[in-house]
Nanobody, 120 residues
Framework: QVQLVESGGGLVQAGGSLRLSCAASGSIFRTNSMGWYRQAPGKQRELVATIRSSGSTNYGDSVKGRFTISRDNVKNTVYLEMNSVKPEDTAVYYC??????????????WGKGTQVTVSS
């Protein structure tokens, strides 16, 4: 089994910064893609950013230039640095980690989500 623990959410003023973390633990041989998604009330879950084990990144259009994703492969942890946040960034943020077990195929896991609220 694999557990994902997210932290760092909270209330922040527009223009401010916030850092999210997601640590994966359990039966992990290695991780492939790690990423963040978000879901605002009444909207579909959308991509925020992903990062591959190689370090290559992909960002949603709405966060490009403001958010930075990074990872620590030793700690199996993915981070999201959020700068110049806007009220429209308000959402529940979920981490997703593609875990490769010692034997078998990769499996995707989701965290329980952490609330980010940006006040204007």
């Amino acid at each position: 089994q694999v557990q994902l623990v997210e932290s760092g959410g909270g209330l922040v003023q527009a223009g401010g910064s916030l850092r999210l973390s997601c640590a994966a633990s359990g039966s992990i041989f290695r991780t492939n893609s790690m990423g963040w998604y978000r879901q605002a009330p009444g909207k579909q879950r959308e991509l925020v950013a992903t990062i591959r084990s190689s370090g290559s990144t992909n960002y949603g259009d709405s966060v490009k230039g403001r958010f930075t994703i990074s990872r620590d492969n030793v700690k199996n942890t993915v981070y999201l640095e959020m700068n110049s946040v806007k009220p429209e960034d308000t959402a529940v943020y979920y981490c997703n980690v593609q875990v490769v077990p010692r034997y078998g195929s990769a499996v995707g896991y989701w965290g329980k989500g952490t609330q980010v609220t940006v006040s204007s």
